[in-house]
């Protein structure tokens, strides 16, 4: 059978490829079958965490830290549950990574709090001794671009249908909504009252007063992309 296909390489050709696609239509078609399903427990962000987000790729954090804790003892037991498909419905771009420099942080909203990335991102080692991160000091004086966030929530809402303004359900049996505001001036007030709510829990008198001044530091919005991440 073997010397016979060796001596016709069209019909070889066309096993191959019947079989890579055979294999191929096993691993998409249940990726298909799980998209009409809820997502259970996962909501869009806000416009204050998506703002973050962009802080969290713009300084490449990403590049040190993946977001996707494999199906593994080892991981399970330093990161908790292992990550699920679902859990990234509303990610774009997905930033799972391959690389670790630093921990993952898939569910660090579970394990730390406000105040420690507060600390944290202003001098990493005083926190964790030997750490190799740089301090990010520049993250308390740059202003947030909740405009750009705001663009990015309608781009997606209009192009991927992401449920904003509809009641989803949470793992605990409740169900939570997530709004988007109608007008820009909507969405940056939207975005300054949950700033004044992480930096309730912050030590920083100058990110306080900037917030209470109607400015958004980055380091806020970026916290609050970090506390949703569980």
């Keep these: 059978m073997f010397h016979w296909l060796e001596k ?3 019909f070889f050709s066309v096993l191959v490829f019947a079989v890579v696609a055979f294999a191929g239509l096993i691993e998409i078609v249940p990726s298909f079958a799980q998209q009409s399903r809820p997502v259970i427990g ?3 962000y806000t416009t204050l965490q998506l703002t973050g987000r962009q802080v969290y790729i713009k300084n490449s954090c990403n590049a ?4 996707l804790i494999r199906p593994f003892k080892s991981e399970t037991d330093r990161y908790g ?20 420099t630093g921990p993952d942080l898939m569910r660090v909203g579970n394990y730390r709090t406000t105040d420690w990335h507060e600390y944290h991102m202003k001098d990493p080692a005083a926190v964790v001794p030997g750490s190799l991160m740089p301090k990010y000091t520049w ?6 671009d909740v405009d750009t966030a705001y663009a990015e929530q309608l781009t997606v809402q209009r192009f991927f249908d992401v449920p904003y303004n509809k009641p ?3 793992k605990d049996g409740s169900k939570q909504t997530v709004k988007l505001a109608t007008t820009l001036a909507g969405a940056r007030a939207e975005a300054l009252a949950d700033a004044k709510l992480i930096t309730a829990d912050m030590k920083d008198q100058d990110v306080k007063d900037m917030v209470k001044n109607g400015k958004i ?3 806020v919005a970026l916290i609050a992309y970090l506390n949703s991440l569980k």
């Design 8 to 10: 016709h390489p069209f």
């Design 42 to 44: 996962t909501k869009p």
């Design 64 to 67: 040190c830290h993946s977001q």
């Design 81 to 100: 549950h292992y990550s699920v498909s679902g859990e990234y419905a509303y990610d774009r771009p997905f930033l799972w990574g391959s690389k670790r």
């Design 139 to 144: 993250l308390y004086k740059n202003i947030a």
């Design 168 to 170: 989803l359900p949470m």
């Design 217 to 219: 530091p980055e380091i």
